[in-house]
C-alpha cells in the first residue's frame, strides 16, 4: 500500500502559478494510476486531474484544462500538479490519491489518499 505526501501548497496571487508535489512510498508507485482531487470549504471534493501508471494518458476536470498538468517521475515515486493563472476559485485543500484500477475521474476509485496541502488564491 502507497502512502502518498503532497507538499507544494501556499498563498499565491490570482494570474500566479504553483507546483504540488506528491511523494510516494510503501508501494510500488509504478504500478499506480494517480490523481489529484480538491475540495474547496463547504463543498464537496471534486476532481482535478488524473495520469496513468505510464504517464502516457491523461485527464483534467474542464475548469483547469489549459491551465493544469499533471505529470509523474517514476523513478522519484513522485507526482506533481503544476497549476499556472490561478483563479480566487483554485482556491481549496488539494488531495493525492492512488489507484491501481488504472486512470479515473471518480475518487470511490481510489484506494490511497494523502494528507492534502492548502492552496489559497488571493484576488
Known amino acids: 500500500q502507497a502512502q502518498l505526501l503532497e507538499s507544494g501548497g501556499g498563498l499565491v496571487q490570482a494570474g500566479g502559478s504553483l507546483r504540488l508535489s506528491c511523494a510516494a512510498s510503501?508501494?510500488?508507485?509504478?504500478?499506480?494510476?494517480m490523481a489529484w482531487f480538491r475540495q474547496a470549504p463547504g463543498k464537496e471534493r471534486e476532481f482535478v486531474a488524473t495520469?496513468?501508471?505510464?504517464?502516457?494518458?491523461?485527464d483534467y476536470a474542464p475548469s483547469v484544462k489549459g491551465r493544469f498538468t499533471i505529470s509523474r517521475d517514476n523513478a522519484k515515486n513522485t507526482a506533481y500538479l503544476q497549476m499556472n493563472s490561478l483563479k480566487p476559485e483554485d482556491t481549496a485543500d488539494y488531495y493525492c490519491?492512488?489507484?491501481?484500477?488504472?486512470?479515473?475521474?471518480?475518487?470511490?476509485?481510489?484506494?490511497?489518499w494523502g494528507q492534502g496541502t492548502q492552496v489559497i488564491v488571493s484576488s
Open positions: 490519491a492512488a489507484t491501481l484500477r488504472g486512470i479515473s475521474t471518480i475518487a470511490a476509485q481510489y484506494s490511497n
Open positions: 510503501g508501494g510500488i508507485f509504478s504500478r499506480y494510476a
Open positions: 495520469i496513468s501508471w505510464s504517464g502516457g494518458l491523461t
